[in-house]
């Protein structure tokens, strides 16, 4: 059986707002599930171990997917998310592949994670896929290839786009974009409308555009195990 390690944020404040941030439930069930049906073996990890933060925003009634509904009623996997396991605990050789889910948290915890940005360098030079959606991309905001030059440096890549950050309102609150830091590291950037799902695969390297774009990520991340 094919294991999978999600990896989730543990950063909960959204910068100097006072409002609250996390990860987004849909990028974490959507996947999840669609990994979990297909019968992979999944293990979840975050900075801090633990009950990672949600961010309250995708908890609204107009954010709930059939995923997000499935996992409201799903008192196991509300379990397996309370006891994440800590980050640091964690060895690439026990996975098959990598998982980022996004949510703005992650621009400010696993992009500068030390332990995060390691791991993402051993999988990919151990060939094991490295996947990541929305905000979570961040995550390579440091990472690099044996050559020292940014993993996505000549990539294909795909990630929130800045016009969809601006339709949130965050553009000023955020420590970075993920767009104009994927273009900054040498990544070919595309992306589609805002908010249409879009999945970008480069080796191995998959990205998601957004929320809309975390279960064509799973597929493409199932194909590529395959």
Known sequence: MKKILIVLTSHEDLGTTGEKTGFWIEEFAAPYYFLKDK???????????????????????????????????????????????????????????????????????????????????????????????????????????????????????TGFTNEEEDAVQLTEVVPFLVEDMLKKNGGIYSKKEAWASYAVEDGLLITGQNPASSEAVAELLVKKLN
Not at 87 to 103: E, K, R, S, W
Not at 113 to 136: M, Q, R, W
């Open 39 to 157: 019968g992979f073996d999944i293990t979840v990890a975050s900075p801090q171990g633990g009950q990672p933060p949600i961010d309250p925003k995708s908890d609204a009634p107009d954010a709930q997917t059939p995923a997000t509904e499935r996992f409201k009623k799903d008192k196991e996997t509300q379990e397996t998310l309370a006891k994440t396991l800590k980050l640091d605990t964690i060895n690439q050789q026990d996975y098959d592949a990598v998982f980022y889910p996004g949510g703005h948290g992650p621009l400010w915890d696993l992009a500068e994670d030390t332990y995060s940005i390691a791991l993402i360098e051993d999988f990919y030079k151990n060939g094991k896929p490295v996947a990541a959606v929305c905000h979570a991309p961040a995550v390579f905001k440091h990472t690099k290839d044996a050559d020292g030059t940014s993993l996505v440096n000549g990539k294909k890549v």
